[in-house]
């Protein structure tokens, strides 16, 4: 597919961030919620999302899987027809992107995925943004997921097959998350197409 944490609170991502984390809005056409972008932690993930949102590549997308008691689906380019059976099958084009965090270049490869970055031990908690993946290495792109309830058997650290990092947490909105998860679907295909309008990135240094 696919945190701050009361009980995983970070473990180790060496990165040479050292200001406060930036936030991302994210606007919808079912209301808007704000999270924290864990730069700090998981710098290339970070930086690869907050790339995306400053180029415009999630406005006009649309959430393509929405599963209530579990997660909300998003970031696939082919979403912005609700309708197209691709969705979920896409990411970026390939390409370079800047390491807000080192100043070095990071490069998108193989259909838009960025090198796998599992450092921090951040869980797949209620309200975490986590990378949606194939489950190969190196297949983290654009498509990401929201938990609604604790998913810990995601984890990259887990020990199962799924791997999918944690690079953010939901700080505001968090009922508007859930409640994009509990719309009427099919197929876990919101019926009632739910878009991406903007994406905003805020506390970055000038």
Not at 10 to 24: I, K
Request: proline share 6%; net charge negative.
């Amino acid at each position: 597919m696919g945190c701050a944490s009361s009980n995983n609170s970070g473990g180790g991502g060496g990165s040479s961030w050292n200001m406060p984390n930036p936030t991302a809005t994210f606007e919808t056409t079912e209301g808007s919620f704000t999270a924290e972008i864990y730069m700090d932690r998981v710098p290339r993930t970070a930086s690869s999302f907050i790339d995306l949102c400053q180029s415009g590549f999630y406005e006009g997308l649309h959430f393509h899987r929405v599963i209530p008691g579990f997660m909300n689906q998003f970031g696939c380019p082919h979403s912005k027809d609700p309708k197209s059976s691709r969705a979920g099958t896409g990411g970026p084009p390939n390409g370079t992107f800047k390491n807000l965090a080192t100043g070095g270049n990071e490069k998108r490869f193989s259909g838009g995925n960025i090198e796998d970055e599992n450092i921090s031990k951040d869980t797949n908690k209620i309200g975490s943004l986590s990378c949606a993946n194939t489950g190969q290495k190196d297949s983290n792109g654009s498509q990401f997921f929201i938990n609604v309830k604790h998913n810990d058997n995601l984890d990259w650290f887990s020990g199962g097959a799924s791997k999918h990092p944690v690079f953010g947490q939901i700080t505001d909105g968090l009922d508007v998350c859930i409640a994009i998860s509990e719309v009427e679907t099919s197929s876990d295909l919101p019926k009632k197409p739910i878009q991406m309008k903007s994406i905003t990135i805020s506390g970055l240094p000038a």
